[in-house]
Nanobody, 119 residues
Framework: QVQLVESGGGLVQAGGSLRLSCAASESIFSFNNMGWYRQAPGKGREVIGGISIGGIIYYEDSMRGRFTISRDNRKNTLYLQMNSLKPEDTAMYYC?????????????WGQGTQVTVSS
């Protein structure tokens, strides 16, 4: 089974940027949909969006504008660029693949990387 490892999280001031990476243990070329998610303390998991193998990108309406998802199949890596970060973006961020039904269900999840945005 593929393993997914997120990295790139950390502490950043409001207005700053971070780029998260999700490295897969094997080729992701066969993974049609790869997704990004987050979960804040005391809240449910949110879908940020995802990207298909063909490069079609999906974003939840609430996530449009400040987040950019991309993937590099040669490096077996998924990315999440986050700009203009706000304190309410503080959460654990996860990647997952493959995903189905508009990214509502995924087979394999990473362990997550923490993002903390200070005001």
């Amino acid at each position: 089974q593929v393993q997914l490892v997120e990295s790139g999280g950390g502490l950043v001031q409001a207005g700053g940027s971070l780029r998260l990476s999700c490295a897969a243990s094997e080729s992701i070329f066969s993974f049609n949909n790869m997704g990004w998610y987050r979960q804040a303390p005391g809240k449910g998991r949110e879908v940020i969006g995802g990207i298909s193998i063909g490069g079609i990108i999906y974003y939840e309406d609430s996530m449009r504008g400040r987040f950019t998802i991309s993937r590099d199949n040669r490096k077996n890596t998924l990315y999440l660029q986050m700009n203009s970060l706000k304190p309410e973006d503080t959460a654990m961020y996860y990647c997952a693949a493959p995903c189905y039904r508009d990214y509502r269900y995924c087979d394999t999840w990473g362990q997550g990387t923490q993002v903390t945005v200070s005001s």
